[in-house]
Structure formats: structure tokens, C-alpha cells
């Protein structure tokens, strides 16, 4: 659709940020915990037969650093992470002006961190999770999301302060790891979580 909508002639090649493991030399999925449907697929082979341009697929967090350096809060900056906080957690690192992928593909995958994985303590898909088991009853009815759980903090939700406050202490503690692991000159927070607020509970917003 994206396509249709440019005049000819006006692009010259494409490219997808996927989240998971990507392997950007051939273009093809490894690992894609979110879209497991394309799992093991040629994605940008599949792109260049639809669309008739080179194309290139690479994980959707180093593209999002790359683009930072490039024309976001890095500009200028040879040393770079983005840590994306969404339904996920990934970051994308660049080194000395390079993007780092890792000799599987699998730089940046924070979400596996420890103890007990970041991703099952701290990301939008855990939190209303964490939430309900807290809270029980019947009192999770509306908390399908982690937005959910941040407006019920703010609401002076007991329990959802606690969780969201918990959550803010993880990922304060991520960033001050990759900040030692990598001494990068930025570290760009962004994502879906990284908007988020609470109030006066002691987490007044992520990012």
C-alpha cells in the first residue's frame, strides 16, 4: 500500500525493521517471538518479488538506532543503544559508528536478561499480567494492557503502584547495565512503555 501511494520513479530501494532475531545478510527471520508467523521466512526476498526494488530486512530496534544516529536524539554520536520498551524489550547498539549484531544475530536481546528474565518482569506484556495475580478477584476485568495498570497507579491503585514502581526500578536498573556493559555516549529510551506515566506513585514516567 505504501508503495502505490509514491510517484515512479521515487524510491530506491526498501527496507523492514522486524522485532526478533534477523539475519540481515540474507534477509531471512530466525527468531520472531512476536510474529512467529514469519519465522524462518525470506522476508526480503519476498519484498523484492512484490516490489520490484532491493530490499533489505534487519531488526526493528538496530534500525530504530541507526536512525537516531542519523537523524534523531544521537545525531552526531558514534556510540549509541536503543532500548525499546513495549509489549517487548529489545535494544539496538551501535559501537564506534557500527551496528552491532552479534555473531547469531542476537545483540541486544535484553529481554533475557536476569535474574528472572526482563521480559517477564518488566515488559507491556508482563505487567497486567503481574498485575492480575496481584490483585485477583475480580478486579482485573479492564486491565488488559499495561496502559491499564498505569492509569489505575495514577487512580492511587495500591497494587498497581507497586507493580509500575517495580517495573520503573527493572528497567532503571537495565539502563545503568548497558550504560557499564557499553559506556555508550547516549542511550535513547523509547517504545510504547517509555510514554507512560504515574502520577505520585513514585514512578512519574518511564522514559
Known sequence: ?????????AVQA?????????????????????????NGVAVADQ???????????????????????????????????????GYGLGAGLIVGGRPVR??????????YLGPDRLDERASGRAIPLRYREAAGGGRVDDVADARAVFMLAEAGDPIAARVVSSVVAALGDLVVDVAALLDPEVIVVGGGLAELRAGDTGADGIG
Open 1 to 9: 500500500e505504501l508503495a502505490g501511494s509514491v510517484r515512479p520513479g
Open 14 to 38: 526498501v527496507a523492514a525493521g522486524i522485532s526478533g532475531i534477523v539475519d540481515n545478510a540474507n534477509g531471512t527471520v530466525l527468531l520472531s517471538p512476536d510474529l512467529p508467523g514469519l
Open 47 to 85: 519484498l523484492v518479488e512484490r516490489l520490484g526494488w532491493p530490499a533489505a530486512v534487519d531488526n526493528d530496534d538496530l534500525l530504530a538506532a541507526i536512525g537516531e544516529a542519523a537523524a534523531g536524539a544521537a545525531i552526531g554520536c558514534r556510540d549509541v543503544v536503543f532500548v525499546s520498551l
Open 102 to 111: 552479534g555473531a547469531s544475530h542476537a545483540a541486544g536481546a535484553i529481554a
